[in-house]
């Protein structure tokens, strides 16, 4: 093997390894919550959202590269009371209607 293969060969398995440093991770809905709480003058509203996705990128050797994107379906929101879900979906809060997605 000449010495431009074996540097060919050493800069491919390089890249490749460095390529397989940062793992991948997707929401899983089943196992996972977005919640929040709302404080206000009565006392607290907790709730959550029942429609969302997102994906977690972990660079371990360069944690600065690392990312958390996540969408999340607003009018998938859920107080477990009606009004104050309605009051939370509604205008002072997340505007539902206007920004759906």
């Not at 490749?16 to 089943?30: G, L």
């Not at 009018?75 to 997340?94: E, G, P, V, W």
């Amino acid at each position: 093997m000449t010495l431009q293969k074996l540097f060919a060969a050493a800069v491919i398995i390089g890249v490749s390894s460095a390529a397989s440093a940062t793992e991948s991770y997707k929401f899983d809905p089943s196992g996972s919550t977005i919640g929040f709480s709302v404080h206000q003058f009565l006392g607290t509203t907790r709730g959550k959202f029942t429609s969302f996705s997102g994906r977690i990128e972990v660079d371990r050797e360069h944690p600065e590269n690392s990312s958390v994107t996540a969408q999340i379906d607003v009018r998938s929101i859920d107080t477990r009371i009606k009004n104050a879900t309605i009051i939370c979906a509604a205008r002072n809060f997340l505007m539902s209607r206007n920004f759906p997605g």
